[in-house]
């Protein structure tokens, strides 16, 4: 059902319909949709053809549509995928099933020494050896996530660690590779949310451009007895899938938890 005209707010046009468009990128439209034409979303919202072009082109710096020179407007690939934080499910669960939109590059795998920013995260000596797994979630030739992730050699079988050099798709998923192929009895995950720009990874190949805003996710994962066994860098371009975190206020008093 086309949109109504919009109502008289406060906020510019641009910003409403921006909004209004968000709107219907996540209930209405899917990955890889085409928008309607400038003329038909204007005449939609009863706005001018500028007001929709300030609007897209804001939709586009946040990685929800794409453009394409002389073809139109699509959704982004990854603008339907969600990731939610506070579960702690695998990449691969989210990006890999039959309905997702991505394959697993592995751009490397073997055993580094741990260097002193992961050391620290494992609880490990720098010189520690790790099982260093190095991978890209693809979409065609777009890549929506890049992945580090770090195993202590000294939780893994020597056996295991030699099956994954040689055949790095049991690394995936990675929590059913520790809980399964490992054996060991996952427990929480600690979570770290920064920004960075392409030319501040520390991914080694298919890098984005040096312009490029990037959420960064470095994770360490525990196991039951809270000794860390595993840890993740992870950087997501523009577009490549939501993040949603669930935050509670806590009380100023009792210090418990409220809405």
Not at 165 to 181: A, N
Request: hydrophobic share 40%; glycine share 8%.
């Amino acid at each position: 059902m086309p949109p109504c005209a919009l109502p008289l707010r406060q906020a510019p046009l641009a910003s409403q319909v921006e909004q209004l468009l968000r709107e219907r990128i996540e209930q209405e439209w899917i990955p890889g949709d085409r928008l309607p034409a400038e003329h038909s979303l204007a005449a939609d919202y009863g706005v001018s053809r500028a007001t929709i072009r300030a609007a897209l082109t804001a939709l586009t710096r946040r990685g929800l549509i794409t453009r394409r020179h002389g073809v139109g407007n699509f959704v982004a690939l990854g603008a339907g995928l969600t990731n939610n934080l506070a579960e702690a499910i695998s990449l691969s669960e989210i990006l890999t099933t039959d309905d997702g939109p991505a394959t697993v590059i592995f751009d490397s795998v073997g055993v580094e020494l741990a260097g002193v920013d992961v050391a620290t995260q494992l609880g490990r000596d720098p010189d520690a050896p790790i099982l260093v797994n190095r991978k890209r979630f693809v979409d065609g030739d777009t890549t929506l996530v890049y992945v580090i992730n770090s195993i202590p050699v000294d939780v893994l079988h020597p056996a295991l660690i030699d099956q994954a050099v040689l055949t790095p798709s049991i690394l995936e998923p990675l929590f059913k590779f520790l809980r399964l192929d490992a054996g060991l009895h996952l427990g929480v995950h600690l979570a770290r949310l920064s920004a960075e720009t392409g030319r501040q990874m520390a991914y080694p190949t298919a890098r984005p451009d040096d312009d490029t805003a990037l959420l960064r996710i470095d994770e360490t994962g525990f196991d039951d007895a809270d000794t860390p066994i595993w840890h993740s860098h992870t950087w997501f371009p523009p577009g490549s899938m939501s993040i949603e975190l669930i935050r509670q206020r806590t009380h100023p008093t009792t210090g418990k938890g409220s809405l």
